[in-house]
């Protein structure tokens, strides 16, 4: 059923995706759902799309499930391929329906994506569905993600479905509406490469520059200078997580946006204490993807990409490979340029100084000796206010805390003016794990959204250090059972 009060209502579709080669995507429209009911509507991105946020709340709802289609939308499945876990394998949209790219008021160009809803020519046996709790999930910590400053895709609404959906247990329907600057991967590139031709590569590959790296759409070295815009964009990205202690999970190069936003809040979870070596995710039994692993990952997803455009890049396959390698061996300098520089902001650092990087290094070398949870050491430093957390008693952090202020003293800047720096930089609460799961918990088996209206209220501004988030920054209860997380389902 196509939606005549569109216009009024906001949504404004093309359809740019849709003329790219006919074997990226299988036009497929949504599952019908028969009850649907709003669970959670962001109205705050409603409204940044311009879309009329009481009529998404009642007959709009139809819109938020893929039973209406609005005026101008082409639902669609988007194929693409993927490492996973080091393999290589042929993926695609399997629970998930592109309708179309709403162009705001402003002209800024989203996807609008309906996540389970039903199944696809790339669902490889599945159904097709999801439930309420990984939905909720990925709308907290998308949302969260956003409001630390972090490039992320967005959750405009989580709506049940009325059904019953056959997981480990019954679980409740849900659908979930992604909103992303756009859902080009590093395997949608894979998958052209692969099973298109030069033609079609060259095509998609225009099409993204155009899209997400226009500043190069006219340059004679356009591939190279857009290899080179995605590493630098992957470089700043990875840095961030780095700098909050977000572990992503499954950074499969299927997870990867070309656009440099952060995509699947599946198996991801914050860390508490501070150790490289954390994993949460059930089905990373060797680390892959470790904490400490996301940016030597993310180099070899970029490398994967390199290989899918090799052909772009020069038409003699020794040339491209010289070019791609030049290019990709940008990432690790890059990083850990963004990296350190806000390492120095966290400490409240100003400027550069030869000892900035050995003082930071030792911070996070005692920070693991001493199992110190990540987020409140660096809110801890820089509220002044040190708990009894066994670290601020140590031998090694009181030497290392003499050090900082000599480093401190060194700089014009005001110590209020450092404080204020760093809490530009430091999050006073994140999702913590406990809390997230809490929310969930009360959401799924009670229907009781209190908790999670809650935790999302306190994360809407991480750098507030107000006194209402100073229960939410609490450390968890202390468990022998180590916090695991799973793929989203």
């Known amino acids: 059923m196509v939606d005549d009060l569109q216009t009024k209502r ?144 967005r959750s405009l609404a989580v709506v049940t479905t009325g059904e019953n959906i056959l997981r480990e247990r019954i679980l409740p329907g849900a659908i979930l509406t992604r909103v992303a600057s756009s859902h080009i ?85 914050f860390m508490d204490i501070y150790n490289p070596n954390t994993v949460f995710s059930s089905i990373d039994r060797y680390g892959r993807y ?9 180099a070899w997803n970029l490398a994967r990409f390199a290989e899918s455009i090799l052909p772009l890049l020069h038409n003699e396959q020794e040339k491209a490979m010289k070019i791609a390698n030049e290019a990709i061996s940008d990432f690790e300098k890059i990083y850990y340029k963004y990296w350190l520089k806000g390492m120095r902001k966290k400490l409240g650092l100003f400027g550069e100084e030869p000892e900035d990087e050995a003082i930071i290094i030792e911070l996070l070398n005692i920070m693991e000796k001493y199992k110190a949870d990540y987020t409140n050491t660096f809110r801890e430093l820089t509220i002044g206010k040190l708990s009894s957390a066994n670290i601020y008693n140590s031998s090694e952090f009181i030497d290392w805390s003499e050090k900082w202020k000599e480093r ?18 430091n999050p006073s609460v994140i999702p913590r794990n406990y809390r997230v799961e809490e929310a969930l918990s009360a959401a799924v088996e009670n229907n009781d959204y209190c908790k999670l209206q809650g935790l999302l209220d306190v994360l809407s501004n991480p750098y507030e250090y107000s006194v209402e988030q100073e229960e939410y920054a609490k450390l968890p209860p202390q468990s022998h059972i180590p916090y695991i997380t799973y793929c989203g389902t």
């Open 185 to 269: 991967r590093v395997g949608t590139f894979q998958y052209i490469y692969h099973y298109g031709n030069i033609e079609d590569l060259r095509l998609l590959t225009d099409y993204t520059i155009l899209r997400h790296y226009l500043e190069f759409i006219s340059d004679d070295d356009k591939y190279f200078l857009f290899l080179k815009g995605v590493v630098h964009r992957q470089a700043k990205l990875i840095a961030k997580w780095q700098l909050v202690g977000f572990v992503h999970g499954v950074m499969n190069t299927d997870n990867m946006l070309i656009s440099g936003e952060t995509i699947d809040y599946g198996p991801c979870a």
């Open 408 to 425: 401190l003293n060194k700089q014009n800047e005001s110590k209020e003016e450092s404080k204020n720096l760093m809490k530009m930089n």
């Open 10 to 153: 906001g949504w404004n579709f093309e359809n740019s995706y849709s003329h790219l080669p006919q074997k990226l995507f299988t036009k497929q429209a949504p599952e019908p759902v028969e009850n649907p009911k709003l669970v959670i509507l962001n109205k705050a991105l409603s409204e940044e799309l311009g879309l009329d946020v009481q009529y998404l709340k009642s007959t709009g709802l139809n819109v938020l499930v893929g039973n209406s289609i609005p005026e101008g939308a082409y639902p669609l499945a988007q194929a693409y391929a993927g490492h996973q876990y080091g393999y290589f394998t042929m993926l695609g949209d399997g629970r998930a329906i592109l309708i179309g790219e709403h162009i705001t008021p402003k002209g800024e160009r989203f996807d609008i994506q309906l996540k389970g809803s039903g199944r696809t020519p790339y669902s490889r046996g599945g159904d097709g569905k999801a439930v309420l709790g990984p939905m909720l999930r990925e709308y907290i910590i998308s949302e969260a993600m956003y409001k630390l400053g972090i490039p992320t895709t």
């Open 290 to 298: 470790a904490y400490k692993n996301q940016p030597k990952i993310a």
